[in-house]
DNA sequence: TCAAATAGGGAACGCATGCGTCTATAAAAC
DNA sequence: GTTTTATAGACGCATGCGTTCCCTATTTGA
């Protein structure tokens, strides 16, 4: 019957999924809620009838909703899927590096995965474990990366020493998350170009 | 006539309040909720308990708890009541100002108001209207303020006139409350200083 | 090729939470 | 003493987690 109904109709729709597929499509719709409705009101139903299938799917998998939101997060670009490691070449400045890595954060907050990103980190400052995730994954690489590139700009006589520490490190990334997840206003290029000409560049020039 | 009606009636304990007595102790109920648990697990209940009354009480006075939660914030210090209006006078130089202001936003950060206005802000993220009266009420009476200084600095010769725009003027807010509300790292007042010294005074010094 | 094993789809359920209402009683104000 | 208001708790309602059940599609391997 449903049968009968579902194979003509199914020319459309794929059959059902299993495995792999039906796992990222999972997470997929898992991301998509948290970039669209926020943290507070994912919820498990919103996620299951996004991706086409039941909620019994869904607790095969994880066994609880956090667990779904940490993996789901995951579908976030990592600093390194954001082409920030291999920009260290010696043709480029620390300044070029630097707009570029401006670039990218904004290019990850500006778009859903920055909703996602907000609402995530909003609740992660009630949650430790969820903090302690997403600092490991994102935030720590993109420190260390960014403290590489004052260490690389000091050898080449651009940045002056004092300058390497995690305190000015950490500048660009507060500028930017405080505008675009505290404030929720929004970041154009030019606002970018002057956040790293007006404030990071004079912080850190030799 | 309040006084001595309550001196008399209430020897041992007022066993009843009333009026604005019953209204301050739901607000500050509300309040330390708002610290204690956060804006996702605040609830009426847990207020009324707190403040022993009856959420019948509340309902009379507010109608939703949104309302209930923005007047709680009230509590919060305004940036004036931290003594930052009356600082501007001529024996001080800007960066000690910046120093009192520094430590005047991180004193609030890091009191029980901190854990309020972090919860507050975070839902704030996903709610326009109370990102609205937040700003209108704290932040920018703040940004004025800051603006103010780095004009008066400009006058006295401190600051370099360039400095003066709202980009600068935000970098201290920003460095503060992304260490606060967004990494929930301690700031202690060594880290203060070591903000003002090495970030902020560098960047706007003539 | 076909049956047995495995896994998905869909929906109902129990349970807990919490909003906002409502009622009954008790205390304060006038 | 009458009116207003507080206290205390029950109530209806909605939401959403996590479970369970039954049925059906797909895979596997004999």
Known sequence: MTAAARSSSSVVTPHRRR?????????????????????????????????????ASIYRRWPTKQDLVLDALCQLPTPEQCGLEPVLDESMTTFDV?????????????????????????????????????????????????????????????VRPEAVNPLIADVLPA????????????????????IVEQIVIPLISA
Chains 1, 2 share one sequence.
């Open 19 to 55: 495995g792999a597929a039906l796992e990222d499509a999972i997470l997929e719709a898992a991301f998509a809620e948290l970039s669209e409705v926020g943290y507070t009101s994912f919820t498990v139903e919103s996620v299951a009838a996004r991706a086409r299938t039941g909620k």
């Open 98 to 158: 630097l707009r570029e890595v401006a670039h990218a954060i904004s290019r990850v907050l500006l778009s859903p995965a920055g909703d996602a990103m907000r609402s995530v980190k909003c609740e992660a400052a009630a949650d430790p474990e969820l903090a302690r995730a997403i600092d490991e994954r994102f935030q720590a690489p993109r420190r260390a990366f960014l403290l590489a590139l004052l260490r690389r700009g000091v050898e080449r006589g651009e």
């Open 175 to 194: 500028v930017l998350t405080h505008r675009v997840i505290l404030q929720r206003e929004p970041v154009t290029e030019a606002d970018i170009i002057d």
